[in-house]
């Protein structure tokens, strides 16, 4: 079993819909990292987070240290919102970053 | 302020060469980490390098090394290419060491290893 799960491994959404995207860890963190990735394999910062809710623009997420899940929301996507989005947790023990596989979301007009 | 500056984009490197990535972090920054994407492994942890000391390194063979300049650039080396280390490479650079800052990405080097 993987230590960073992320569910749904594929998303299809209709613009303007809701949408959450979820990450599940088996270990101890210090940080989770919310990442996006287009097509060509930049890699944007969304979120670095360590306790509660965080909010920029459009996009929502939130962490429950206790349950070891972060989720994800976008409000009102947008088809510029489609790339894939990846969940990384860094490691309390270990102090490196692990990933979770990420969530390939396609968001169509 | 420039980003996350990964030299070369792309590489072809034949099995059995050796390979050097280049990464410029965001002036400031002082940590730079590597990682290694595959489609079948996905992302994985490398290296991560603070004030020219490596602090942390990921599950990889030694073959895989780095390091990180006074300047805070970086550079990872690859010795004895397999076709295995088909992979995009993208370092990240932070202001502070593990886990305390943002992480910014280079658009990294693809290299291909035929």
């Known amino acids: 079993k993987n230590e960073v799960e992320q569910s749904p491994q594929n998303l299809t959404a209709q613009e303007g819909e809701f949408i959450t995207i979820n990450c599940s860890y088996s270990v101890g963190i210090s940080a989770l990292h919310w990442l996006q990735q287009h097509p060509g394999g930049g890699i944007v910062s969304l979120f670095m987070?360590?306790?509660g809710k965080k909010k920029h623009g459009r996009l929502i997420a939130t962490i429950n240290i206790q349950e070891k899940h972060s989720s994800l929301h976008i409000t009102a996507s947008h088809p510029r919102d489609s790339a894939v989005y990846i969940c990384a947790v860094r490691g309390l023990s270990t102090d490196k970053l692990i990933f979770g596989t990420g969530t390939r979301l396609q968001v169509f007009p | 302020k420039a980003g996350v500056t990964q030299t070369p984009r792309y590489l072809i490197k034949t099995r059995g060469q050796q390979v050097t990535l280049s990464c410029s972090p965001i002036?400031?920054?002082?940590?730079v980490s590597w990682y290694q994407q595959t489609p079948g492994q996905g992302l994985q942890f490398l290296f991560e390098?603070?004030?020219?000391?490596?602090?942390n390194k990921g599950n990889f063979p030694g073959r895989f090394s780095g390091r990180q300049f006074s300047n805070s650039r970086s550079e990872m080396n690859v010795s004895t290419l397999e076709l295995g280390d088909s992979a995009l490479y993208l370092c990240?650079?932070?202001?502070?060491?593990?886990?305390?800052?943002?992480?910014?990405f280079g658009n990294g080097t693809r290299l291909t290893v035929t």
């Open positions: 390098y603070f004030s020219e000391t490596q602090r």
């Open positions: 002036s400031g920054h002082r940590s």
């Open positions: 990240a650079s932070s202001t502070e060491q593990g886990g305390n800052s943002p992480l910014h």
């Open positions: 987070l360590s306790s």
